[in-house]
């Protein structure tokens, strides 16, 4: 995602949704733990905060400054300001180590993601027993039918502006890659569709519309699609330039875990890190791991684990 100037990252913070509880709710119920969630892509915390509520820590991560700078601070969530040229073993120590996360979150962002390399982190830091990713993204609001016929005519007018990554978003994440065993939420190619009620005024969403991605892309090439005639349409088609009203926003997800070939080939990777010898106490109980060439935290986790399996 572009990095958004302060003023537009206060706009952006300003007409976003809140997104429903029950879905963290939901979520929390399907995973096997709750020590650890990772919220990438947190821009200013919505998600992470919602995180907060069910899990132990939650990891917010982000690589725009201005956004984190505006997230909502909590005792459990710590945010960090992650660069692209940040590497892949360094991501994955920050988060929190292999096989460490029990879910990741990513709320209108992996669109914009590398998808190759976040992935494969993902599957290294995603806990091989009961540990879940999920992604959401929304793409379309819902406020009258005049409003919705201007905002139609804007949206058309941002194709020939949009990037591939923006497309995936516009397409509601059905052409978009997801490496994940389905787990009944979603799947590739087949999201499921959610609604996401909110209260809007005016001025939020004239806030909305010059944090839009689409459009700063065009601003970005020399055109101005938030004009404003545009926004001199949108107010007469409000009606009453005060009057705050309910919409709803248009959602899109996809749940899933990792699939038995995924934990299999994490699996060996780590054995070769792995050097389990068992060891009988009084009690003919204790089992010992040490960890030879372990790059994180997590490896020791998943080795102490392979050992107990194996006893």
């Known amino acids: 995602m572009a990095a958004l100037s302060d003023k537009l990252a206060d706009a952006y ?51 725009n400054e201005a956004q984190l700078k505006r997230a909502v601070k909590h005792e459990r969530i710590s945010y960090h300001h992650t660069p692209t040229e940040l590497s892949e073993d360094k991501m994955v120590a920050l988060v929190g180590g292999d096989n460490s996360v029990d879910l990741i979150v990513a709320a ?9 390399p976040f992935y494969n982190i993902a599957k290294r830091v995603l806990r091989k027993e009961g540990g879940l990713i999920a992604v959401w993204v929304y793409n379309d609001l819902v406020i009258s039918p005049e409003v919705d016929a201007i905002m ?43 609604d996401i009620p909110h209260k809007l005024s ?76 068992k060891l009988k106490d009084s009690n003919n109980s204790a089992v010992i791991a040490s960890v030879t060439a372990a790059a994180f935290a997590g490896v020791a986790a998943y080795c102490a684990y392979s050992a107990r399996k194996n006893t």
Request: charged share 25%; hydrophobic share 40%.
């Open 108 to 116: 209108q962002a992996v669109h914009y993601f590398d998808l190759i």
């Open 13 to 63: 913070q300003n007409a976003r949704p809140r997104y429903p509880i029950d879905w963290f709710t939901k979520l929390a119920a399907r995973t096997g733990q709750h020590k650890l969630a990772w919220d990438v892509g947190t821009g200013n915390g919505q998600a992470a905060i919602g995180l907060a509520e069910y899990f132990e820590k939650v990891v917010a991560t982000d690589i």
């Open 152 to 194: 139609k005519r804007l949206v058309d007018s941002t194709f020939p502006y949009r990037t591939p990554v923006m497309n995936l978003a516009f397409d509601g994440y059905k052409t978009m890659p997801f490496p994940f065993e389905s787990i009944g939420m979603g799947s590739e190619g087949k999201p499921i569709q959610l």
């Open 202 to 277: 005016l001025k939020g969403f004239v806030g909305f519309l010059r944090s839009w991605q689409p459009a700063m892309k065009a601003k970005e090439r020399g055109v101005e699609l938030v004009t404003e005639d545009l926004i001199n349409q949108f107010e007469d088609a409000w009606d009453d330039d005060d009057d705050v009203k309910d919409i709803f926003y248009k959602a899109h997800m996809i749940v899933g875990k990792l699939s038995a070939a995924d934990i299999e080939r994490h699996r060996k990777r780590f054995e070769s890190n792995c050097v389990v010898t």
